[in-house]
């Protein structure tokens, strides 16, 4: 009887065992997760589309380049349903969230499009050829000018938004500090590539302020790089908001 009630207890204890090491096992692995996931960079995203312009620009396209230089101005009246259509994709899509800063502005330049889009629908009815070629080289201005508040800046600069942004939007309200220190270097190379981006012509009126603007950017960069490499977590916030207004004032010399 004193041996079984021993072998009991001997059962009994070694369970406990088991179940504290499976207890402890389970734990460790959640806080190897857990550090894991903490310690993930943030990806650098891709620049998101906007639903309606690719497909008017296929309606756009032929109209453009062949029917138009030709003068097949019946080409042109038969593919109004397609603007038309296009037109209506384009001005019910929603803005994706990473052109918040220019919305305004392209709102206001969708608009003149669905204008343009109108216009050239009428003539087309009632006008003649000379009137509807008119029409046509005013939408296809419109449609220009719509598409270019989307466009980059430069492409360096664009280049250096797509590192920021998901800092800006996931890191950062995160306070995902170990993502914000794995981009850094990401950020010095695309700031770098900014450093030696020549402005087109067309800007050449704003370089003056380019220049200071893209200064400013490039000392914020250095000074939140600076800030990562030492570890000082309760300045990477202000550094990096400083680092975002620098890049803002410097996209605004545009606008």
């Known amino acids: ?3 079984s009630k021993r072998l009991w207890v001997l059962v009994l204890a070694g369970a406990l ?3 504290v090491i499976s207890i402890f096992l389970v734990g460790c692995g959640k806080k190897a997760e857990i550090k894991e996931e903490e310690q993930a960079p943030v990806a650098e995203m891709k620049k998101p589309g906007v639903t309606g312009i690719r497909e008017f620009h296929e309606v756009l396209y032929p109209v453009w380049h ?3 230089p030709k003068g097949d101005f019946q080409a042109i009246r038969d593919a109004i349903p397609e603007f038309k259509r296009t037109t209506k994709i ?5 803005l994706p969230q990473f052109y918040h800063n220019v919305k305004n502005d392209f709102d206001a330049k969708r608009e003149n499009l669905a204008l343009a889009v109108d216009k050239m629908e009428s003539v087309a009815q009632t006008g003649n050829d000379q009137e509807l070629a008119k029409a046509v080289e005013e939408m ?5 000018r719509m598409a270019r508040v989307l466009s980059p800046r430069t492409r360096e600069l664009e280049e250096f938004h797509l590192v920021l942004y998901p800092l800006w939007h996931q890191a950062m309200p995160d306070k995902d500090y170990q993502a914000i220190k794995a981009a850094v270097p990401s950020l010095g190379s695309k700031m770098n590539a900014l450093m030696q981006a020549q402005l087109p012509q067309r800007f050449s009126d704003i370089e003056p302020q380019f220049l200071e603007k893209r200064e400013a950017l490039r000392l914020s960069v250095e000074d939140l790089a600076s800030v990562c490499r030492q570890n000082k977590d309760d300045q990477i ?3 990096l908001t400083v680092m975002h207004d620098a890049y803002r004032a410097l996209d605004q010399v545009f606008e």
């Open 1 to 3: 009887m004193k041996k």
């Open 66 to 68: 062949d029917y138009f």
């Open 140 to 144: 296809h201005t419109a449609f220009e």
């Open 90 to 94: 384009l001005t019910e899509t929603e």
């Open 237 to 239: 916030i202000d550094k």
């Open 17 to 19: 065992c088991v179940l």
